[in-house]
């Protein structure tokens, strides 16, 4: 917990790009919820607030002014997003400008959500790419007086952020960057996510081209890459990454059954292990699936907890509507559905089939699907 004291500057934790801040009941509701939708956010909010499940979520609590946390933020983030009122922030950020070359972007959402206003570094500092972000993962709308907000193209640091996809490494956000806005020869290639990712109301750029695979990509010989896939990448398409960002949307789903008690290590080893098998990243997974009798699994829950994944549960009626290569009448016997981690993937991911029907290993099931996405 931080407690704010006059004339010190408190210590924080920063692991994620940007600060969200909230001071009221219902800010910090939301906070916390804009927190799943968007995945580069550290969050802060009054103890008063509290839930109980902070420290879990890696959530910090502040006790005092949050004019006395403000100043820390702006010195060790790219942007502050406040859910605070604009005129609040306006005084408060008054005293602590420096420079528009190196002050950090300031964006305002009401309390309710339905506004997300850039106040800050707009261009240099990058809030209105920002705003329109995040005001997409949000579902408000984004409010930008810069007169000059012409260049519509992707903001390589934000790409995806309003579905959740992360990219892998930092390393060359800035270089790639700069490839994209100097309108050098950018490749782009999905293999799985979100297709509408075109966000503006202009014909994408000729300098971003689209291709459908790796290898046209490498024949093509990009100034830069921007690759979208849950897979791990092989040895020769490393080249592409020579300046080029991975990007990891939440494609994945984890069919999950196991025995009364098992260990979260067990439970994590076993899925560590199989997504390596299938070469595939676990920055990708979005959600654990499994019956509705596992719902107190204590194992299945901290597993969840700690990666940061929706935990979802299905009715034996449920999972019995999903098709099965290999019903299982013993499963029947004991959970009333003929197979668990399979049917339980396959309702999530609304797909066609896995990527692996069903592995058993010690105490614990697994399955995994690719979450079906529609095209743009």
């Not at 990243?281 to 929706?310: C, M, P, R, Y």
């Amino acid at each position: 917990m931080i407690n704010l004291i006059e004339g010190e500057i408190p210590e924080i934790n920063v692991s994620k790009p940007y600060a969200l801040v909230a001071i009221t009941k219902h800010g910090v509701a939301n906070a916390r919820a804009y927190a799943e939708r968007f995945p580069y956010v550290d969050v802060y909010y009054m103890k008063k607030f509290e839930y109980g499940d902070e420290e879990q979520k890696n959530i910090q609590l502040f006790d005092g002014t949050v004019r006395l946390l403000l100043p820390a933020l702006f010195k060790q983030y790219k942007a502050m997003i406040l859910i605070i009122s604009l005129g609040a922030v306006v005084r408060m950020i008054a005293p602590i400008l420096e420079d528009k070359k190196t002050d950090p972007a300031v964006l305002v959402v009401d309390d309710k959500g339905q506004f997300v206003i850039s106040v800050l570094s707009g261009h240099i500092g990058g809030a209105n790419a920002l705003t329109h972000e995040f005001a997409q993962a949000i579902h408000a709308a984004p409010i930008i007086t810069t007169a000059s907000d012409v260049q519509k193209t992707i903001p390589v640091d934000l790409f995806g952020a309003r579905f959740g996809w992360i990219w892998d490494s930092e390393e060359k956000l800035t270089p790639v960057s700069a490839s994209v806005v100097n309108e050098e020869h950018v490749a782009i290639v999905q293999e799985t996510g979100e297709r509408d990712w075109w966000m503006h109301d202009t014909v994408m750029p000729d300098t971003l081209k689209i291709y459908e695979t790796t290898a046209a990509a490498i024949a093509a010989q990009p100034h830069a890459t921007l690759l979208i896939t849950d897979r791990l990448i092989e040895q020769h398409e490393q080249v592409l990454l020579e300046n080029g960002v991975i990007y990891r949307p939440k494609s994945l789903v984890l069919g999950m059954g196991c025995n009364r008690g098992t260990s979260a290590e067990e439970i994590e080893a076993c899925i560590d292990a199989t997504l390596a098998e299938l070469k595939l990243s676990k920055k990708s997974v979005k959600a654990f699936a499994t019956i509705d009798l596992k719902k107190d699994e204590q194992g299945f829950i901290d597993v969840t907890a700690k990666n940061h994944w929706q935990f979802v549960t299905y009715s034996p009626q449920e999972l019995n509507e999903m098709p099965l290569s290999n019903p299982s009448e013993t499963v029947f016997k004991y959970t009333g559905a003929y197979g668990v981690s399979e049917p339980a993937a396959l309702r999530y991911s609304n797909a066609n089939s896995w990527v692996l029907e069903k592995k058993k290993s010690g105490n614990v099931t697994i399955s995994v699907a690719r979450l079906a996405f529609e095209e743009a």
